[in-house]
């Protein structure tokens, strides 16, 4: 990736993606391969907003360190 890092943003988008087409939410485990260098607070941010908007929590989260 080219300078800029990655975002909540980029996690929901790719949560909700991910989820759209397939049904299933991804894991944690799914999410740190796929966004290696995101910090840490970025993660759950995106985690966070992607079950705010979809309605509850569907399985990440818990697995989130807040």
């Known amino acids: ?3 800029r890092p990655w975002s909540r943003w ?3 988008e790719y ?3 991910r989820f759209e087409r397939t049904y299933q939410v991804p ?3 799914e999410l740190e ?3 290696v260098t995101i ?3 970025e993660l759950n941010e995106g985690i966070r907003e992607f079950e ?3 309605g509850g929590n569907h399985g ?3 697995r989130c360190e807040w």
């Open 1 to 3: 990736m080219g300078g």
């Open 10 to 12: 980029n996690v929901y």
């Open 15 to 17: 949560m909700k993606y």
């Open 27 to 29: 894991t944690r485990e």
């Open 33 to 35: 391969t796929e966004f």
């Open 39 to 41: 910090e840490s607070d």
């Open 52 to 54: 705010l908007r979809i």
């Open 60 to 62: 990440v989260s818990n």
